[in-house]
């Protein structure tokens, strides 16, 4: 008998043989029950312990060994050991329980085992070495495990765009919201990547202890979803026009026109889009539409900002109330437009122009309904035509022909430019000839001063031609600004005295109310067109 050999275990105790003794040690942490200790020390031909000490024991919760009887005379007994394996194959469990003065197991009796259930892969050869020297009781005890199978990863989407169902506004630099941008449209150039397929990656096989190959789980491929106006490259979906990406379920569109069924008020927020905006309603004071397309809108339009990169059309009126104003790319449509701003290519108004100011490249015409403008400033660059101007009350009204505004704003800026060239010409130029005076008189140059001087003739050359294509340019603009001669002021009724019409080179004021009638620059003089 070996001393102090662990002789058996179970959930509650351990027991162990001396020479002289039974020890006992209580399994603290399972809550040991003294019925269950009684049952297992009888089982094991335990007789006679001392039970009143054990009961002591566990009310004292006593962690270490304690006699509970004399040693005993115990028949020989093999030592006893089941191996099994697990569900899932990869592990191989032993139990065993030593025995004593019978048959013992050693390292090669339990390999030969182990062959025998055909377990063969993990063996952990060591550990099953050290239970079988220590001899100690072992329960589910891993002695060969294999390798898992790694899973892989699903192939997924990832969508380049946010979805925005609702906001309440945005949040500005200085910490306070901003009521009227929402940011509710996903906006989308031609060419911009919309969606991206990420291909499922395969899992790696595991082994499991009888050697055989254990399969990852199978993974899931993902498609690039359906998609109007778009086109598909290299596991991507890009857009094929301008637009608005909208998604629904697993289909993706992109659409060139954005709809408002009602009004552009807190509710939808300023609109921002790079197709055309069709709104449903009225757009409110205060708030924005800006579109890269056309703008249709069926109803007013009150003191909001409206800016198109193509052409606007008001069903209603624009009412501006001196803070309105409309930025169209090309011609703007209205029925009536009191105290706002218009810039347009042509602005064609049915009933009315009211103290505004309204420019237009190319003409402006009122002549639907009644045809009138009065107050303010309109102005274009080849015809201005309207059925009244001015009124009975002689208010100030100006009507300007042959001025485009932006080609003279233009044209400001390239005669500014031109003299900062001069300017920097002159003192490049002056820097030259005090190099050249000193070559002349026989100085010889440093390094660094010749290099000063060839990239001042570099710089010369480039000066000289931007001075060259400036000057070109401003000629043109000049001859356009000049020319006045086929702009036209038309009226199909009457002109009232307070009106003040304006050429390139010229004014001209009513005085006396004049009907039908037709003005031109003749000269450098506006004149009255005689039929």
């Known amino acids: 008998m070996v001393e102090t050999q662990v002789h058996r275990e179970d959930k509650n105790c351990l027991i162990k043989l001396e020479a002289d003794s039974v020890l006992l040690k209580l399994k603290l942490e399972n809550k040991p029950d003294l019925i269950e200790i009684e049952n297992f020390l009888e089982e094991n031909s335990i007789m006679e312990a001392d039970y009143d000490k054990i009961k002591a024991k566990l009310e004292e919760a006593e962690a270490d060994w304690f006699k509970v009887a004399e040693n005993i ?43 025998e259930k055909s377990i063969s892969y993990g063996i952990k050869e060591n ?29 997924y989407l990832i969508y380049h765009f946010e979805e925005q169902d ?41 082994r ?9 789980p199978k993974v899931k491929n993902v498609k690039l979803p359906k998609a109007k106006n778009t086109v598909i490259k290299n596991n991507s979906v890009y857009a094929a026009i301008d637009g608005q990406v909208v998604r629904n379920g697993k ?103 009211m103290h505004s100011h309204v420019t237009a490249k190319d003409s402006i015409t009122v002549t639907g309904g009644k045809g009138l403008i009065v107050g ?34 233009n044209c400001k800026a390239a005669k500014d430019e031109l003299l900062r060239i001069e300017d920097n010409l002159d003192k490049v130029n002056k820097s030259i000839d005090l190099l050249n005076t000193m070559k002349s008189k026989g100085v010889k140059l440093p390094p660094n001063k010749i290099k000063m001087f060839a990239k001042l003739k570099t710089t010369k050359k480039e000066f000289e031609a931007k001075k060259e294509k400036l000057e070109a340019e401003i000629a043109e603009m000049k001859e356009q600004l000049t020319s006045s001669e086929d ?33 031109t620059e003749i000269n450098k003089e506006l004149r009255q067109k005689t039929n």
Do not use: W
């Not at 072992?138 to 892989?152: L, S």
């Not at 499991?208 to 990852?216: A, E, I, M, S, T």
């Not at 009244?388 to 009507?399: D, E, F, I, P, Q």
């Open 166 to 206: 609702e906001s309440v506004g945005t949040l500005r630099d200085d910490g306070t919201m901003d009521f009227h941008s929402k940011n509710l449209i996903n906006n989308v150039r031609r060419g911009e990547k919309i969606v991206t397929k990420v291909e499922a990656v395969e899992g790696q096989a595991g």
């Open 127 to 155: 550990k099953i070495k050290k239970i079988l020297e220590k001899r100690n009781p072992v329960n589910k005890e891993v002695i060969a495990e294999g390798t898992e199978a790694e899973p892989g990863e699903d192939g």
């Open 251 to 353: 289909k993706i569109s992109i659409d060139p026109v954005y709809k408002v069924r009602g009004d552009v008020d807190l509710k939808e927020g300023n609109i921002d889009f790079v197709g055309s905006v069709k709104i449903g309603g009225n757009v409110q004071e205060g708030f924005e539409v800006k579109a890269s397309g056309d703008i249709e809108i069926a109803g007013n339009v009150a003191a909001a900002s409206i800016e198109s990169g193509a052409n606007v059309l008001i069903k209603k009126g624009f009412l501006g109330r001196n803070k309105g104003q409309i930025k169209a790319a090309g011609d703007v449509n209205v029925n009536f437009v009191e105290n706002a701003t218009i810039k347009a290519n042509n602005v064609r108004v049915k009933e009315a122009i």
């Open 73 to 115: 005379d115990l028949p020989a007994e093999d030592d006893k050991l089941e191996i099994a394996v697990t569900k899932d194959r990869l592990q191989a469990v032993m139990e065993f329980i030593p025995g004593r003065d019978g048959k013992e197991f050693d390292l090669t009796e339990l390999k030969k085992i182990l062959a």
């Open 208 to 216: 499991d202890v009888f050697g055989l190959k254990v399969r990852p």
């Open 376 to 409: 303010g400033r309109v102005m274009a660059q080849n015809k201005i035509e309207a059925n009244l101007m001015g009124s009975s009350l002689a208010t100030k009204t100006y009507v300007e022909i042959g001025l485009d505004p932006e080609l003279r704003k």
């Open 487 to 519: 702009a036209v002021i038309k009226v199909n009724k009457c002109i009232f005295p307070g009106v003040q019409l304006l050429s390139s080179k010229d004014k001209m004021i009513i005085r006396n109310k004049l009907s039908k009638c037709a003005f």
